[in-house]
């Protein structure tokens, strides 16, 4: 076994049927996978539990697996790790990062709070967990207006790492003495307002469902805004039967299996020669990698202990206040 590149690299043998490999794998180390709404359909389908990534780290927590596959990008994998401590965690390809985490590196992040002493900071999910371990109050995209909203009105804040999301927060609470880090999601920066208003025009019956980590222009012209799994249970419950759907296209697997009567249009990038909007990081999990990662329980993730119980104290924080 080798690990190249991040993931282990062993050729599969031709003929080998991967899911039942999978499946056999699984049964027999008591191992479950958990994988994101942005995997590819294939991974989606393997997995014993789909989600967000906070929701699956909770729910593997839950289990008595003793390897949790982590079908997403690193931080999903660390936030795990962070509240499963005695479970092994894997992440099949450690490349599979997040260009909105990788936004805010801690020592950075240390250097704005440190300048602004007195304020409450609160990190998106989103983020490593060394940023985490910084954090008073780690939030989602489901629940953050709630949690800015239950602080005191003149409490002063810092909200990080997604600068789309921390406005549309302030918009939405009115608050004025918040401090957004500058950072982004590559996937929801790279929407195209013109070629969804394109789409709107050619089916004015559409609904334009989009994810708070869209750029305001876009939040505007929105039917609904709301995480992933807000996303799915608005089109579920929705009368509509169009959408145009304006977050990673991975979510609208979900959106088909579970509306199969109901058309979800993917909204394009500004630069798209597929019509869609890929999250690059999230389309290197394949079954190939989950199979090698399960057989040989790498690569793993690891944590310090000292920086996991500083992290874990902010995801408790938040849990407490939900």
Known sequence: MRINNGYVDEHIPE??????????????????????YYTVPEVQDIADFIGDS???????????ADIIIFAGVHFMGETAKILSPEKKVIVPDLN????L????KPE????????NPGYTVISYVNTSAGVKALTDIVCTSSNAV??????????????????????YIKSVTGRENMLIWNGACHVHEEFSL????????EHPDAKILAHPECKKPILLVADYVGSTAALLDYARKDDSQKYIVVTESGILHQMMKENPEKLFIPAPPIDSTCGCNDCIFMKLINLNKIYNSLKYEAPEIHI???????????????????
């Open 15 to 36: 003929g080998t049927d991967i899911v039942r490999e999978i499946n056999r794998l699984k049964e027999k180390k008591n191992a479950i996978i958990m994988a994101h």
């Open 96 to 99: 599979a990062g997040c260009s």
């Open 101 to 104: 985490s990788e936004s805010c």
């Open 304 to 322: 310090n202990e000292e920086l996991r119980i500083k992290a874990e104290k902010s995801i408790r924080r938040m849990l407490e206040m939900s």
């Open 54 to 64: 906070l929701a699956l780290s909770q729910k593997a927590a839950e289990t008595d």
């Open 194 to 201: 013109a070629k969804i208003i394109e789409l709107k025009n």
């Open 146 to 167: 709630k949690i800015v909203d239950s602080l005191p009105r003149e409490e002063k804040i810092i909200f990080g790492p997604d600068r789309n999301l921390g406005n």
């Open 108 to 115: 950075d992040f240390a250097e704005l709070i440190n300048k």
